[in-house]
């Protein structure tokens, strides 16, 4: 495990040395037991909570807000009313799973907080300030023995998910946390499928592909190999693995074809993305998986060239135990003959539009967007720019 940013950063350090609570939990910097009054003029502890913005090497940066979140009653002055100076929002917050906040606090310097010790301490003071001139031995400073951490420790990423804590989706993006994802397939559609879904917290990615990774998958794949490194003739699932696994540590390689005969590598998963074109093997790869309950998304798209452009629907069918009789009306179960995708390959757009309209139904499903419509196909059609439930 990497050393913790309790331990690499000059100000959280200070924090912890000069006896604060302090810990790091889901992307969020807190600091317990802050003594604060309540409107009964009584003194009581709560937490503060700040989002933490690290740099690539785990160090605490500049805060890149004022604001703090607070766990427990409204902070007041001696006589029990609310402090006005810092008074922001209030209501109840899931900022992550286990931390919550009941109040949002605004004291902004001029020229901001230039480190995590500035912007805790003084709301400290401020909050803290009333209880002490009630009991002069309240003090936030508890000098609690503590243990030198890791960073994320337990987490699937190498580095700190700053993006999804700035954004106060923490507690949103957890749902993923449990689930074992695969992915059947790494040409153009599945590896940005892995693109998408390596930045997020999901427990395991296991990739599924036979193939070797040429030079026409650079054209209509994530990211930009080298000429040394297609001479090579990686395989497809090895590639990736190398290269999201920089940032996923838990990205498990098959370099193996999936359909009936080996269906047993994917029955463990909890969600599987079926990114090939070979129909027959979908029809029985899929009345086994249907069999055992597994959900998946199957990807896929038919493009032509008609008066000298290029005309086509990209389609993203998703099979639930909920809902599973359109999907032998929506998937080709045939083998036909190869259409002008196979041949123009550098259309790496509809690649990722797929990907990404698969990685949205896929986020529906488990709660992280909403999900009014609960559609289970949809079409894209180019030519016409319009997206369409098949559902409705």
Known sequence: MSPSPLARSP????????????????EHLVVSHVPYVNSKREVRFGSLISNLNV??????ATPNTHVVHFDGEHPCTKDGV???QIKHQTGHHELAKGLVSAHSFSCKPPDGYPDYYAKMTRYIEIISAPARAIDPEATARTWVPVTEESADEGSVLHYVDTATSRAGIVAITEKLKPLKIGIIGLG??????????AKTPVREIHLFDGDEFLQHNAFRAPGAPS??????????TEYLKELYGRMHK??????????SSNVEHVLGLDFVFVCIDRGLVKESLYAQMEARGLSFIDVGMGVSAEGGALVGVVRTTLSTGVKRD??????????????????????????????ALAVLKWKKLY?????????????FSINVNQLLSEDK
Do not use: C
Not at 250 to 259: L, M, N, P, Q, R
């Open 55 to 60: 740099d690539t090497e785990g160090v605490a």
């Open 250 to 259: 838990k990205i498990v390689s098959h370099a193996t074809y999936v359909d």
């Open 82 to 84: 609310e402090i006005a």
């Open 227 to 236: 000429l040394e490194e297609l001479r090579r003739k990686p395989l497809k």
């Open 326 to 355: 359109h999907v032998k009306r929506r998937v080709p179960f045939v083998d036909g003959p190869d259409d002008d995708y196979a041949s123009n390959i550098q259309i790496a757009e509809l690649n990722m539009l797929n990907a």
């Open 188 to 197: 153009g559609t599945g590896a940005y499928i892995l693109d998408l879904v």
């Open 367 to 379: 709660g992280f967007y909403n999900d009014v419509e609960r559609e289970h196909t949809s079409l």
């Open 11 to 26: 100000d959280l350090k200070r924090l912890r040395d000069e006896g604060y609570e302090v810990r790091i939990q889901s």
